[in-house]
């Protein structure tokens, strides 16, 4: 193997480059686009980029928040929440929501965006997009570091108890991902990517 010029750091001591590589390293990641609703009746949209699936039975996904943030608020207050897929078609909408509001102010009527009540959880899904999980809660970790000092983090899970799927998005009884060209996080302040089919490709494991 051939010997690579490293730029190798430690983070506590900063990393030495223009932007954080972090985030930009460990991506794409998918986009934890949460509706929630507060003990008021307030619904709230927000994105989170730290975000992905964790179990198959029970299947729960999760976030973090880098702040205690209303959205984990809502979620710890009503114990619900809706992720909805963020595709290319969204991408402006799905951005606008991350403004900062006040929590009686909806970002779905900032983004233009439909509220449908969920089945089984009090909080809506957006209309507009191709798939939503609407989730129960199952725990709210303060994340912590190798020293057990607490993060000002905090991992949301949920168990997905009902899934909405455009039905263009399956064919012969399989979803095709890249037909919702969903949208995925990467670094800086706005890098994104999103998922063609020709970008697609197999691999079968080997047992």
């Known amino acids: 193997m051939t ?28 986009i934890g686009w949460i509706s929630s609703r507060d003990g008021k009746g307030n619904v709230n949209l927000a994105p989170y980029s730290f975000f992905n699936g964790f179990c198959y ?11 205690w943030k209303d959205t984990v608020q809502n979620v710890k207050d009503t114990g ?6 963020a595709t290319l078609d ?16 909806s970002e779905f009527q900032i983004a233009g965006l ?8 009090n ?16 725990q709210i970790i303060q994340l912590q570091g190798a020293n057990g000092e607490k993060a000002n983090a905090w991992l949301t ?14 064919k012969d009884g399989v979803y095709i991902t890249a037909l919702a060209r969903p949208i995925v996080r990467a670094g ?10 020709e970008d697609m490709f197999e691999m079968i494991r080997p047992d």
Not at 9 to 30: S, V
Not at 80 to 85: D, P, R, T
Not at 123 to 138: G, I, Q
């Open 123 to 138: 909080v809506p899904r957006v209309a507009e997009s191709p798939v939503s999980f609407e989730c129960k809660l199952t």
């Open 3 to 30: 010997s690579k010029d490293l730029h190798s750091y430690e983070p506590k001591n900063g990393h030495g480059l223009k932007h954080d590589p972090f985030n930009a390293i460990i991506a794409p990641r998918p």
């Open 90 to 105: 969204l991408a402006k909408h799905m951005n606008a929501t991350a403004a900062h509001v006040a929590p009686d102010v």
């Open 157 to 170: 899970l949920g168990e997905v108890v009902a899934v909405h799927i455009d039905k263009a998005m399956i």
């Open 57 to 67: 039975t029970p299947p729960i996904i999760g976030f973090s928040s880098t702040s």
């Open 114 to 121: 439909t509220a449908v009540p969920g089945k089984l959880v």
């Open 188 to 197: 800086r302040r706005g890098d994104y990517f999103t998922v063609k089919p």
């Open 80 to 85: 619900e929440f809706v992720w909805n897929l």
